[in-house]
Antibody
Framework: EVQLVESGGGLVQPGGSLRLSCAAS????????MHWVRQAPGKGLVWVSR????????NYADSVKGRFTISRDNAKNTVYLQMNSLRVEDTTVYYC?????????????WGQGTMVTVSS | DIQLTQSPSFLSASVGDRVTITCRAS??????FAWYQQKPGKAPKLLIY???TLQRGVPSRFSGSGSGTEFTLTISSLQPEDFATYYC??????????FGQGTKLEIK
């Protein structure tokens, strides 16, 4: 079964750090670009970051640039989001998603989401 | 950055109705455009990619049209399971990739 499973969310204080993981299975992970998307409770979807298939190229939303780092380990079929200097406004559900080059890069597989709460 | 303006934000309809949701882009995005459905507590689900192509397994009552700057998602005959929030997304130009603000489809 093709799936993505996120982990690593939780409660952290403002200024703290957290690393999210997204484990892929059922497909050739190393051939797909991967993205992180977040969604605050009751709000819309917001793109966070993306990484290309071999990890050599990354992009970030302005709101997280300099604080978050996306990376991947193709040997472990896992993409990561290292989040530093966390702010209250980073409190959201974080989804990882697969961009499918055969579908005009649309996000065809999503993880179940992991909740990050930044609070003192 | 490319902005997407999705309308309406809320839509109340009945089972069997035909509904249309529109998304306008601030600049030409060709057909690098997708629609997603999201139910409460769940991850988004891809419905339409390339502006007009139905994702495998999605019922044929869903259809997408448009190119350039104006796009439409149509549900031809609403079913109970279609009541959800719908998002458009542009994939032509990033960073950042952008989503519309969402349309919540509710039962009348």
């Amino acid at each position: 079964e093709v799936q993505l499973v996120e982990s690593g969310g939780g409660l952290v204080q403002p200024g703290g750090s957290l690393r999210l993981s997204c484990a892929a299975s059922g497909f050739t992970f190393s051939t797909y670009w991967m993205h992180w998307v977040r969604q605050a409770p009751g709000k819309g979807l917001v793109w966070v970051s993306r990484i290309n298939d071999d990890g050599s190229s990354t992009n970030y939303a302005d709101s997280v640039k300099g604080r978050f780092t996306i990376s991947r380990d193709n040997a472990k079929n896992t993409v990561y989001l290292q989040m530093n200097s966390l702010r209250v406004e980073d409190t959201t559900v974080y989804y990882c998603a697969r961009a499918n080059w055969g579908l005009n890069d649309a996000f065809d597989i999503w993880g179940q989401g992991t909740m990050v709460t930044v609070s003192s | 950055d490319i902005q997407l303006t999705q309308s309406p934000s809320f839509l109340s309809a009945s089972v069997g109705d035909r509904v249309t949701i529109t998304c306008r882009a601030s600049q030409d995005i060709s057909s690098y455009f997708a629609w997603y459905q999201q139910k409460p507590g769940k991850a988004p689900k891809l419905l339409i990619y390339g502006a007009t192509t139905l994702q495998r397994g999605v019922p044929s009552r869903f259809s997408g049209s448009g190119s350039g700057t104006e796009f439409t998602l149509t549900i031809s005959s609403l079913q109970p399971e279609d009541f959800a929030t719908y998002y458009c997304q542009q994939l032509n130009s990033f960073p950042p990739l952008t989503f519309g603000q969402g349309t919540k489809l509710e039962i009348k």
